[in-house]
Nanobody
Framework: QLQLAESGGALVQPGGSLRLSCAATGFTLYNYNMCWFRQAPGKEREGVSCIRSSSSSTIYADSVKGRFTISRDIAKNTVYLQMNSLKVEDTAVYYC???????????????????WGQGTQVTVSS
């Protein structure tokens, strides 16, 4: 059974850092394009960052460029999201998602993803 499980969410002060993890079971994440999305209360789920399956190239939403870094550990079958210089507006539930086929023009389209995790809460507040 294919599953994604996020962890690492917490309450953190503005300017702080967190590292989220997404562990994949039932499939090899090397074969999938892995992405992070987030959803704040009352807002649509939005794409944050992706790492491509074969090239491991990355892409980021403008709102997180220079602050967030996506990476993966093939041996551990896990994807990470390092979040630095956190802002109050980063508060959201963060989801891990996987898609087999890549589209640079629609990587942020949540409807094109094959698998989703349950999410982990990140709260940035003083």
């Amino acid at each position: 059974q294919l599953q994604l499980a996020e962890s690492g969410g917490a309450l953190v002060q503005p300017g702080g850092s967190l590292r989220l993890s997404c562990a994949a079971t039932g499939f090899t994440l090397y074969n999938y394009n892995m992405c992070w999305f987030r959803q704040a209360p009352g807002k649509e789920r939005e794409g944050v960052s992706c790492i491509r399956s074969s090239s491991s190239s990355t892409i980021y939403a403008d709102s997180v460029k220079g602050r967030f870094t996506i990476s993966r550990d093939i041996a551990k079958n896990t994807v990470y999201l390092q979040m630095n210089s956190l802002k109050v507006e980063d508060t959201a539930v963060y989801y891990c998602a996987a898609r087999l086929f890549w589209s640079a023009n629609s990587w942020h389209n949540k409807y094109e993803y094959d698998y989703w995790g349950q999410g982990t809460q990140v709260t940035v507040s003083s």
